[in-house]
């Protein structure tokens, strides 16, 4: 009995950083890419709360990643601030960079250069925006989309599908 129990109470606390590894980190200080410190447990993949730094990588985040030079997460629920570059593969939210790179996003990407290599739902600001699709508006000196159904305000505008292919101040599809 004395065995059964003392092997239960091991098992019990081998699990016991297994189960805490999953629980997310609340507040995230980055120096650059992987070396940071996150609080809770020092897990720094998931986020719910704050990844500040000079540059970062998480896998997801639920809240704000902000950092100087360069963000990246795979998953974001929030926003993302750079000065340099912020890159996601899913995003809900903003994106706020010099450069904005997604693959999906839903919400904003505002920045000199957005570009989205699949679909943006919602707005891209800056000076380029580039799109596969678009749901939406892209508002800037130049505006490119290969499938659109919303509006492109700008010098240039570049839509395969739009009313024409290029136009100048105004193009779309409805």
């Known amino acids: 009995m004395k065995k059964l129990l003392l092997l239960a109470v091991l098992l019990g606390a081998l699990s016991f950083p297994a189960c805490a590894a999953t629980d997310p980190g609340y507040f995230k200080l980055s120096l650059w890419d992987h070396i940071a410190f996150a609080i809770t447990n020092n897990n720094i993949r998931e986020i719910q709360g704050a990844d500040l730094g000079i540059g970062s990588q998480a896998y997801s ?29 899913q995003a809900t939210g903003a994106q706020l960079a010099f450069v904005t790179m997604s693959s999906d996003i839903t919400g904003a990407q505002l920045g000199a250069v957005n570009l989205s290599s699949r679909s943006v739902v919602g707005a891209q600001i800056g000076f ?29 505008n570049i839509a395969e599908n739009g009313y024409l292919p290029a136009m100048i101040f105004i193009n779309g599809r409805f």
Do not use: H, R
């Open 128 to 156: 380029y925006n580039q799109a596969e699709y678009i749901n939406g508006v892209q508002f800037g000196l130049v505006n490119y989309a290969k499938y659109i159904y919303g509006l492109q305000l700008g010098i240039f």
């Open 61 to 89: 985040i639920t809240g704000v990643q902000w950092d100087l030079i360069w963000a990246e997460t795979t998953y974001l629920t929030g926003a993302s601030l750079a000065w340099g570059i912020s890159k996601t593969t």
